[in-house]
């Protein structure tokens, strides 16, 4: 009899075991075991509202530098994308390449980072932020530091691939400021994870440039893998984990075995059902972006904004030095030098619209009733004004940059319109992302791969075609073209998400 109540007891911490880990995998909470013998059953989360170990209540510091860290590998990613425009002409020159082939070698980084994140973003919900993040990083620099040695082939295979693993700063970025951030402070966060990846744009160019006319241009990949192994060493001492399911299993995991009284072991923990086996989570995982974006038309309609802004800006990416060398006849590396007002449209349009995105947020909340049931749960339709500003102003940049092109005038206004056309597509994009962050809550990971893959796509095919379009049409009605495009299929969006966002969030959720 003793063996059978023994064995009853095993049988009943196993199935302990089993719930708390499945509950921890889908991030709920509620109040803690209430006996070491697990007779009151319940799920795992943070002891009190101010435990220390819950990322919400990390020290400023901490928080401040884990961001600023994974900023950094952000910037890792942006710059090697387009570190080699400015090289290019002798990289297809050294390597025998066409003009397509050599842009292919530019655009091919980006199709990478639209593939990436599908794998990236569930299986750090599955095994954690960092771990993932340091394995993509190594990955990152491996094939970076091949791209050079050889042929056509290995430059289009290493940057692929070397695109698909430097994607994991930029798919986890968002995700971890969320993980430490609470709501109200989703601007601020997204503002500080921003801080220095769309510094990019401006230093990729420069570096490629200075580093193509003075060395060589295989040290423009080399150079770039030597930064994001000096990004890895800080986030290998300074990033903690930040994903709450991860935390939470661990903390379930740690609880029985402290309170099993020899009954719980590390391998009755992984003896679970085969819905809790690491490969059918690792399965469930990998479909679940997939999944969200066939299944959730919100996500479909954020893609447009995405999709389509991300696009234009690598369009503009790609073609903006030979704008300058050929209207303004400026060397390589005084044509690099331009992109710095690309820079300053997106560094000063995230920092300035994560703060503005607080204020809005912060306001439209003080206007709901005392006993609204949406003041304890804001909707995501508070950051469709700023999405608003984002989407108005991004064509008024595409007219002014390229009617000044076309025109000759002095070449500022051509940056002027260079960094309103900049300033609006991130602001847009960055309301529609923290409108998807408060979506999502639990799988943001995920949710940001879904969105991203269209804008990764669009970001690899415009650049195939640049040369067709503003040879065609010019600088002026070229980049009009793009104009149009954009206020007929985006400028609808937010009319769309402000009237029906609700009723569109509820299709597809489970």
Same mark, same amino acid.
């Given at each position: ?139 990152? =620099? ?53 801080? $220095? ?121 790609? $073609? ?40 809005? $947020? ?57 960094? =309103? ?18 979506? $999502? ?43 149009? =495009? ?25």
């Amino acid at each position: 009899m003793a063996n059978t109540r023994e064995e009853q007891g095993i049988t009943s911490s196993s199935d302990n075991i089993n719930a708390v880990i499945n509950d921890a995998e889908k991030g709920k909470s509620s109040s803690i075991f209430q006996s070491p013998s697990f007779e009151t059953s319940g799920e795992v989360t943070w002891d009190g509202p101010n435990n220390p170990n819950d990322p919400y209540n990390w020290p400023t510091a901490r928080k401040i530098t884990i961001s600023l860290i994974i900023s950094l590998s952000q910037l890792v990613c942006l710059m090697t994308t387009s570190v080699i425009a400015p090289a290019l002409p002798q990289i297809a020159t050294d390597l025998n390449l066409s003009d397509s082939e050599a842009q292919l070698a530019f655009s091919i980084f980006v199709l990478g980072q639209a593939f990436g994140p599908f794998v990236i973003a569930p299986m750090s919900e599955v095994f954690g932020r960092k771990p993932v993040w340091v394995v993509c990083s190594i990955f990152f =620099i491996l094939w970076n530091s091949v791209c050079p040695v050889g042929n056509l082939r290995p430059l289009i295979i290493g940057r692929f691939l070397s695109g698909a693993g430097g994607s994991c700063g930029v798919s986890l970025a968002g995700p971890i400021a969320v993980d430490m951030f609470r709501q109200k402070d989703r601007g601020k966060s997204l503002a500080l994870a921003s801080l $220095f990846p769309y510094l990019g744009p401006a230093l990729g160019p420069i570096v490629g440039g200075l580093v193509s006319q003075y060395v060589s241009w295989p040290w423009l990949f080399w150079a770039m893998s030597i930064f994001c192994a000096a990004v890895l060493v800080a986030g290998l001492i300074f990033v903690r984990e930040t994903c709450k399911p991860v935390l939470l299993r661990l903390k379930a995991t740690q609880q029985l075995r402290e309170a099993g009284e020899g009954h719980v072991t590390a391998t009755m923990v992984k003896q679970s059902s085969p819905d809790d086996r690491l490969s059918s989570r690792i399965l469930v995982g990998l479909k679940r972006p997939v999944q969200l974006l066939l299944t959730r038309p919100i996500i479909q309609i954020l893609c447009l904004i995405n999709g389509i802004g991300f696009g234009m800006y690598i369009l503009v990416l790609s $073609f903006y030095a030979t704008v300058f060398i050929d209207q303004y006849h400026q060397s390589a590396t005084a044509s690099s030098l331009q992109y710095i007002a690309i820079a300053l449209g997106s560094t000063l349009s995230t920092q300035t619209g994560g703060h503005l995105m607080d204020i809005i $947020f912060a306001r439209l909340l003080a206007r709901l009733p005392e006993n609204s049931p949406l003041r304890d749960s804001p909707p995501p339709e508070f950051r469709v004004p700023l999405i608003v500003v984002g989407i108005l102003i991004l064509p008024i940049g595409l007219f002014w940059l390229g009617w000044s092109a076309q025109a000759h005038i002095a070449w500022i206004m051509v940056d002027i319109g260079a960094t =309103i056309f900049v300033a609006g597509n991130f602001l847009g994009s960055q309301a529609a992302l923290a409108y998807l962050f408060d979506e $999502f809550s639990t799988h943001t990971a995920s949710a940001g791969a879904a969105i991203r893959l269209l804008g990764n796509l669009m970001g690899f095919a415009f650049p195939l075609f640049a040369p067709q379009l503003y040879d065609g049409l010019g600088y002026g009605w070229g980049n009009s073209l793009l104009a149009f =495009i954009w206020v007929v299929t985006v400028v609808p969006i937010p009319f769309v998400l402000w009237c029906w966002g609700e009723k569109l969030r509820a299709i597809g959720r489970k």
